[in-house]
């Protein structure tokens, strides 16, 4: 085949038709299998128009392949991260293009013991199989149910909560278009079976492939009134929303107030510190400053990983860390096999408000203040390389601190800077956080701004 430019950095994410279809999500299939010698691989699905068919194509190539399929249908791809671990398979494939428009699909993949796929441990090897001659078939291969898989999961996201520290709350909870439906009404139904006294407001809570409440990207602002409204409306506690394949939660406080994800690491960090004095955590690097003063108030070690799951899980493993997370809100356990969950987080944040009886709000407020930041600005340029040179020419000769571990990173006394290309995107981001100065912070950004954009 020719060069399948579906295959990224650390996953797979095309649009459909020619850079995805199922003639390729069946040659990936088999390459997957061929690629990690697999005998027994894990197969999800989110619940996009198109998934179904891509997840039957990649599960007639594995089967192709020789491989005793467990099809765990339409989950999270934490789901599949925690069954490859769980049933003890060679590899797992989630179909997901998570927060992509409609007219996108992919696949994240994982090798055994749900350790990180990217160029460099094996994806490249796939996709060079993918575009090979075609591989013969294997016997032996076969679909299997994945009997109890859901109900070992919910034990295990339960397992990092404390219910009897949870106080009464109202939650809203927005599905999205509703991938994180049914997995959230299983967990919902074990957290009553155990007496947690939390109420839920459901909003988009049906599985809907057609996307009736457009892209499930709950980072976008334009995405954001409609939970933070509903926040409100329903009286809640706190509102939570997910992406498109629910491994990405997001928070709202009470009165609504998007929680930006860098201030919800801070805040876990300082949970699980609580717990673990002296752990390590793991953030990335587009804004740090407050994770970095977090975890330095709580006696931690503060590490910083490139961007991007593959390589923020490597470096939970590498280290030990007990917590590592992103402030585009992937968050990432130890204890839930060094993988990010967007379950796992909106819970501990309830125990955290039940034990300490203060609101989300009053949580995040001060360190909102001390360290103010710009949010995730993209621009899609022509040619990002230049653009990132006309900030480094003008910024460099000023002595900043330099830092590439992923782009470029920029820092001055009382402000800083990140600049980086997407690595699943045609986007370059770009991120400022200051020390307490609102100010400084809207002026850098302007100018920064000015830079970009030539």
């Known amino acids: 085949m020719t060069d399948l430019t579906c295959f990224k950095a650390y996953d797979i994410r095309g649009k459909l038709g020619a850079e995805l279809n199922e003639d390729i999500a069946r040659r990936i299939g088999r ?87 990217d160029t460099a441990t094996g994806l490249a090897a796939i996709k060079a199989l993918a ?14 149910p994945a009997e109890g898989a859901r109900a070992a999961y919910v034990e295990r996201v339960l397992s990092f909560v404390d219910v009897a520290a949870l106080r009464p709350l109202t939650v809203l909870v927005n ?57 409100v409306a329903a009286g809640a506690d706190m509102g939570v929303a997910w992406d498109g394949d629910f491994d990405r939660c997001f928070l709202f406080d009470q009165t609504g107030r998007f929680i930006p994800g860098e201030y919800i690491v801070g805040l876990l960090a300082e949970v699980f510190l609580a717990k673990e004095p002296g752990a390590t955590i793991i953030h990335d690097p587009r804004v ?34 007990v917590y590592g997370g992103e402030m585009s809100a992937h968050h990432y356990f130890r204890d839930f096999m060094s993988c990010d969950s967007g379950m796992v987080p909106w819970l501990l944040v309830a125990e955290l408000m039940g034990r300490t009886g ?17 949010g995730e600005i993209n621009f899609r340029l022509d040619d990002p390389g230049a653009a990132i040179a006309r900030v480094e020419a003008a910024l460099a000769p000023l002595g900043p601190e330099r830092d590439e571990t992923d782009g470029l990173s920029l820092a001055f006394a009382d402000w800083r800077l990140n600049l980086r290309r997407s690595n699943t995107e045609p986007l370059l981001r770009l991120n400022v956080e ?14 920064i701004t000015d830079l970009v954009r030539g």
Not at 96 to 112: C, E, F, I
Not at 131 to 144: D, N, W, Y
Not at 189 to 216: C, K, M
Not at 358 to 374: G, H
């Open 131 to 144: 575009e090979g001659p075609e591989l013969p078939a294997r016997p032996g291969g076969r679909v299997v």
């Open 31 to 117: 390459a997957f299998a061929e690629g990690l010698n697999a005998r027994r691989v894990v197969v999800g699905r989110d619940c996009r128009a198109s998934s179904d068919a891509l997840s039957e194509a990649c599960i007639a190539g594995l089967v192709a392949g020789g491989v005793e399929v467990l099809d765990l249908g339409l989950c999270g791809t934490e789901e599949m991260y925690f069954a490859v671990t769980h049933f003890g398979a060679d590899g797992g494939i989630e179909v997901t293009a998570s927060h992509n428009p409609m007219d996108y699909n992919g696949m994240k993949l994982v090798r055994k013991g749900s350790a990180p796929l």
């Open 358 to 374: 203060r609101s989300l709000s009053d949580l995040v407020s001060d360190r909102m203040a001390a360290f103010p930041s710009s």
């Open 175 to 231: 599905a999205g278009n509703g991938a994180a439906g049914p997995t959230f009404d299983a967990i919902a139904a074990a957290l009553a079976a155990r007496g947690a006294p939390l109420t839920f407001v459901r909003l988009h809570h049906q599985p809907d492939g057609s996307f009736p409440n457009g892209i499930p990207n709950p980072l976008l602002p334009e995405n954001q009134p409609v939970t933070a409204n509903a926040v």
């Open 288 to 321: 740090i400053w407050n994770t970095r003063d977090v975890v330095a108030r709580a006696g931690g070690t503060a590490v910083q990983a490139r961007t991007g799951h593959a390589f923020l899980k490597q470096a939970l493993r590498d280290t030990g860390a």
């Open 434 to 447: 200051a020390r307490g100065d609102a100010g400084l912070l809207a002026a850098k950004v302007a100018e």
